[in-house]
T-cell receptor, first 114, second 112 residues
Framework: GENVEQHPSTLSVQEGDSAVIKCTYS??????FPWYKQELGKRPQLIID?????GEKKDQRIAVTLNKTAKHFSLHITETQPEDSAVYFC?????????????FGTGTLLAVQP | DGGITQSPKYLFRKEGQNVTLSCEQN?????MYWYRQDPGQGLRLIYY???????QKGDIAEGYSVSREKKESFPLTVTSAQKNPTAFYLC???????????FGSGTRLTVV
């Protein structure tokens, strides 16, 4: 089955710096890669996603890149702000395949120091 | 509140009891999912359902049961066979063509 590894588990940056979170996946059939942000005690919320036919996607200060050959994808947050502090989860699925279920990474706790 | 509602927000279970967590969505989504969240372990899939009256086990189904009698409802029962049920439980749904999950606000279950 699919396995998703996420690194680092914790990340501390100064306000205004960039943050990068990396994930690798094992199933070459995976074709959908969303990222979720979870603030303390709240539900995860989708912040950006990418499909396997795209190499990069941007939304304001957030970008995601995908390398299908290496089977890894990354979340990039530029000009970080204190409100970016949260746990971030990557995930992968074989949408349109046998199942449409997301397999999640173990999460990255991002702390943005003001 | 996002179209998917979980209740209760907090739940306390005594040893040997079965408890049921509610998940209701009004998004007309076909698929629904239950995840368990423990510190440092991310989100682990318990059960999922792609369509009414059908569901499949996830990675950690032992000690849990579900039903999907209605499209909008996917309750999770934590049975006495689940030896370590204290965790944060998240329900999600997805409109298959749109890929992404919408999560409920979660139920925090504690064994007392």
């Amino acid at each position: 089955g699919e396995n998703v590894e996420q690194h680092p588990s914790t990340l501390s940056v100064q306000e205004g710096d960039s943050a990068v979170i990396k994930c690798t996946y094992s199933d070459s059939a995976s074709n959908y890669f969303p990222w979720y942000k979870q603030e303390l005690g709240k539900r995860p919320q989708l912040i950006i996603d990418i499909r396997s036919n795209v190499g990069e996607k941007k939304d304001q200060r957030i970008a995601v890149t995908l390398n299908k050959t290496a089977k890894h994808f990354s979340l990039h947050i530029t000009e970080t702000q204190p409100e970016d502090s949260a746990v971030y989860f990557c995930a992968a699925s074989d949408y349109g395949g046998a199942t449409n279920k997301l397999i999640f990474g173990t999460g990255t706790l991002l702390a943005v120091q003001p | 509140d996002g179209g998917i509602t979980q209740s209760p927000k907090y739940l306390f279970r005594k040893e040997g009891q079965n408890v049921t967590l509610s998940c209701e969505q009004n998004l007309n989504h076909d698929a629904m999912y239950w995840y368990r969240q423990d510190p440092g372990q991310g989100l682990r899939l318990i059960y999922y359902s792609q369509i009414v009256n059908d569901f499949q086990k996830g990675d950690i189904a032992e000690g849990y049961s579900v039903s999907r009698e209605k499209k909008e409802s996917f309750p999770l029962t934590v049975t006495s066979a689940q030896k370590n049920p204290t965790a944060f439980y998240l329900c999600a749904s997805s409109d298959t063509p749109n890929y992404g999950y919408t999560f409920g606000s979660g139920t925090r279950l504690t064994v007392v």
